[in-house]
């Protein structure tokens, strides 16, 4: 069994997305899984209260590590087109998106300590078993880490914890002109 989340807090996005990417989970993962949403606003079966009502914004994905289990998370403003049966296995570390396709043009000096500039790390959709321990990290330092970095993929980033990214070609950014691919990632596109 799969746990896929999601996180809708605050006023960014309606109820809609998150009713709309159930659906779409729904058509293009095969294998047995559950829906969550974290939410500051429960109203559906589906809906998970807050549980740090301390954190804000996107640093409410973190708070999903605390769950354990073949745990799968996308953010809300991505479109899925295929089967996404492929992201469902190797649950064995955190993975990521590798976002070097759409960044590395932006990144011309070595990866080092990067606070506001990007990272080639990208949590638009994560895959894990147990990483309660970066949450803990996390939250023991929390007031310090909300001010050092303006989102969770800078943490990761910095804060050396282990990760790896998926594999293949299956999964774009519109940063990088892709208009179709199994996964399109919209972030950053309508801030």
């Not at 069994?1 to 993962?29: P, Q, W």
């Not at 209260?49 to 953010?75: A, I, M």
């Not at 330092?141 to 790896?164: A, M, P, Q, T, W």
Request: overall charge neutral; charged content about 30%.
């Amino acid at each position: 069994m799969i746990d896929v989340y999601c996180v809708n807090v605050g006023t960014k996005y309606t109820r809609d997305f998150d009713s709309k990417l159930k659906e779409s989970v729904a058509k293009h993962l095969t294998l047995d899984h559950t829906f969550r949403c974290l939410t500051d606003r429960p109203e559906k079966e589906y809906d998970i209260p807050v549980t740090h009502p301390e954190l804000r914004g996107v640093f409410h994905k973190l708070s999903l590590f605390q769950y354990t289990g073949n745990c799968l998370f996308f953010d809300l403003d991505i479109l899925i087109n295929d089967n996404i049966d492929f992201l469902a296995s190797e649950f064995d570390r955190l993975t990521l998106v590798n976002s070097s396709p759409w960044k590395q043009q932006s990144l011309k000096e070595p990866l080092k300590f990067r606070i506001t500039q990007n990272t080639l790390v990208n949590s638009s959709i994560m895959r894990w078993t147990d990483e309660r321990k970066v949450f803990e990290k996390f939250m023991k330092h929390r007031d310090l880490y909300v001010r050092l970095y303006s989102g969770i993929d800078r943490f990761i980033y910095n804060e050396e914890i282990k990760y790896k990214y998926f594999v293949g070609d299956a999964i774009s950014s519109w940063q990088e002109g892709v208009k179709h691919n199994t996964i399109l990632l919209h972030n950053q596109k309508y801030v």
